[in-house]
């Protein structure tokens, strides 16, 4: 390698520190923002969660609620409630949510600025039938068994839906992790054989008849639409060969607004993502938030879908 001659030395010198540039520092695009999360039910109390964001340098990585905040409830442009704090950033209103309203939060605390969320809880759509189609084995021995769940399709309005498939045990088992007794046994699906789902995740939000977590399975009527329903397929693995044991199967279907299908979807893209950066996320959770940061969205929950008798053997 030829050496650098002294002038030459001096001339790469001079361009290396006379490039630097200055860069201004701007507190403010480091200040603290308020957090919102919230998922309404229909028919039941609307409740949201308000806390702060951290810093990654803080020594406080636990979540930093704001009891304090001013927090008021918007249905359909107008300021319908102010909600009451319970407990660890926890608020509540008097207010039980209905079919097609808006509702929007919003949040003010001194030393932040106002952050406000909204989501729209829409109509329910009509589950037609959950049917077995077919059955057989695989080439490893295992059981599996063919399902069809049939639902109207609005074609004005994408749908969003989320379901857990579970079966009814001909038994009472004792739940260490409880100490209950557990009557259901949540039930997983083949992914590859299924047609119609978009992505699943673990999930443990809601506490669910003895349930501490289980597999929910989310879908849109975007994929499998046909005319004025949606099919979608799904195939089940089991070990037990009795014709009986699905037979008391059954799903329990939530309809989702756009925004909360949109966070789940992003939340299972960053579990399942392998790249892992110190400095960065490889996927961005979703954000529905204004100046702030969160996730506020709706849910309809349907009764039990029960499996109706089988059209073949």
């Given at each position: 390698?030829?050496?650098?001659?002294?002038?030459?030395?001096?001339?790469?010198?001079?361009?290396?520190?006379?490039?630097?540039?200055?860069?201004?520092?701007?507190?403010?695009?480091?200040?603290?923002?308020?957090?919102?999360?919230?998922?309404?039910?229909?028919?039941?109390?609307?409740?949201?969660?308000?806390?702060?964001?951290?810093?990654?340098?803080?020594?406080?990585r636990?979540?930093?609620?704001?009891?304090?905040?001013?927090?008021?409830?918007?249905?359909?442009?107008?300021?319908?409630?102010?909600?009451?704090?319970?407990?660890?950033?926890?608020?509540?209103?008097?207010?039980?949510?209905?079919?097609?309203?808006?509702?929007?939060?919003?949040?003010?605390?001194?030393?932040?600025?106002?952050?406000?969320?909204?989501?729209?809880?829409?109509?329910?759509?009509?589950?037609?039938?959950?049917e077995?189609?077919?059955?057989?084995?695989?080439?490893?021995?295992?059981?599996?068994?063919?399902?069809?769940?049939?639902?109207?399709?609005?074609?004005?309005?994408?749908?969003?839906?989320?379901?857990?498939?579970l079966?009814e045990?001909?038994?009472?088992?004792?739940?260490?992790?409880?100490?209950?007794?557990?009557?259901?046994?949540?039930?997983?699906?083949?992914?590859?054989?299924?047609?119609?789902?978009?992505?699943?995740?673990?999930?443990?939000?809601?506490?669910?008849?003895?349930l501490?977590s289980?597999e929910?399975?989310?879908?849109?009527?975007?994929?499998?639409?046909?005319?004025?329903?949606?099919?979608?397929?799904?195939?089940?693995?089991?070990?037990?060969?009795?014709?009986?044991?699905?037979?008391?199967?059954?799903?329990?279907?939530?309809?989702?607004?756009?925004?909360?299908?949109?966070?789940?979807?992003?939340?299972?893209?960053?579990?399942?993502s392998?790249?892992?950066?110190?400095?960065?996320?490889?996927?961005?959770?979703?954000?529905?938030?204004?100046?702030?940061?969160?996730?506020?969205?709706?849910?309809?929950?349907?009764?039990?879908?029960?499996?109706?008798?089988?059209?073949?053997?």
């Amino acid at each position: 390698m030829k050496a650098l001659l002294p002038s030459q030395l001096l001339i790469v010198t001079f361009f290396l520190f006379s490039c630097r540039t200055e860069i201004e520092f701007k507190p403010e695009e480091c200040q603290s923002k308020i957090v919102i999360n919230s998922v309404i039910y229909v028919d039941s109390l609307i409740t949201c969660y308000v806390h702060r964001t951290n810093f990654a340098l803080e020594s406080n990585r636990r979540i930093t609620p704001l009891p304090d905040a001013l927090v008021q409830l918007e249905i359909d442009g107008v300021i319908s409630d102010t909600l009451t704090h319970v407990a660890n950033g926890k608020f509540t209103s008097r207010i039980i949510a209905q079919h097609q309203k808006i509702y929007r939060f919003i949040v003010s605390r001194e030393g932040f600025p106002t952050a406000s969320a909204q989501s729209s809880v829409l109509t329910p759509t009509q589950i037609i039938s959950l049917e077995k189609i077919g059955s057989g084995v695989t080439t490893s021995g295992t059981y599996f068994t063919n399902f069809r769940m049939t639902l109207e399709n609005d074609r004005n309005n994408l749908g969003f839906y989320a379901f857990i498939p579970l079966v009814e045990k001909n038994y009472f088992a004792w739940d260490d992790s409880t100490q209950e007794l557990s009557y259901l046994s949540p039930l997983y699906i083949d992914m590859s054989r299924s047609r119609g789902i978009e992505f699943s995740k673990h999930s443990s939000r809601i506490r669910l008849h003895d349930l501490e977590s289980f597999e929910m399975y989310y879908f849109t009527d975007k994929l499998t639409s046909s005319g004025n329903t949606s099919i979608i397929e799904l195939t089940i693995e089991h070990y037990d060969s009795s014709q009986n044991y699905l037979a008391n199967m059954f799903l329990l279907v939530e309809k989702l607004s756009e925004d909360f299908f949109l966070y789940e979807q992003s939340l299972s893209a960053l579990w399942n993502s392998n790249n892992f950066s110190l400095f960065s996320q490889s996927i961005q959770v979703f954000n529905n938030v204004d100046n702030g940061m969160g996730i506020v969205g709706t849910c309809l929950s349907y009764p039990p879908v029960l499996v109706s008798p089988p059209n073949v053997p």
